[in-house]
C-alpha cells in the first residue's frame, strides 16, 4: 500500500501564507516527480505545482513568484510554500505523485485526500 498525506491546511487572510506538506508512505521503491493541485467549487481541478526527483520545477502562471514547491527526497516528502494569498486561492488542494511501488517495476500515479485552503477578503 502507498498513500500521500497532507498537512498544513487552514485559514488565512488574504495576504497571508500557509505552508503545505505531503509525505508519501508505504511500499515504495522510488518516488519520482510530486506536485500540487487545486480545486475550487464548481471548478476543474487544476495544476499548481510540480516538481522532479531533480528538482526540476513547474508552476501555474497564476501562482508564479509566490509559490515554492520544495522536496525532501529522503522523507519522500514534498512541500509548498504559499504566500500573498488571495481569497480566489480558496480550494482543497491534493497531493499527487508518480510512485513506483516496491512490488513492481511501474509506476503507478496516486493522489492524497486533500487539504482545505479557505483565504479570507
Known amino acids: 500500500q502507498v498513500q500521500l498525506v497532507e498537512s498544513g491546511g487552514g485559514l488565512v487572510q488574504a495576504g497571508g501564507s500557509l505552508r503545505l506538506s505531503c509525505a508519501a508512505s508505504?511500499?515504495?521503491?522510488?518516488?519520482?516527480?510530486m506536485g500540487w493541485y487545486r480545486q475550487a467549487p464548481g471548478k476543474q481541478r487544476e495544476l499548481v505545482a510540480r516538481i522532479t526527483s531533480g528538482g526540476s520545477t513547474d508552476y501555474a502562471d497564476s501562482v508564479k513568484g509566490r509559490f515554492t514547491i520544495s522536496r525532501d527526497n529522503p522523507k519522500n516528502t514534498v512541500y509548498l510554500q504559499m504566500n500573498s494569498l488571495k481569497p480566489e486561492e480558496t480550494a482543497v488542494y491534493y497531493c499527487?505523485?508518480?510512485?513506483?511501488?516496491?512490488?513492481?517495476?511501474?509506476?503507478?500515479?496516486?493522489w492524497g485526500q486533500g487539504t482545505q485552503v479557505t483565504v479570507s477578503s
Open positions: 499527487n505523485a508518480d510512485i513506483v511501488p516496491s512490488w513492481g517495476p511501474f509506476e503507478f500515479n496516486y
Open positions: 508505504g511500499s515504495i521503491r522510488r518516488v519520482n516527480a
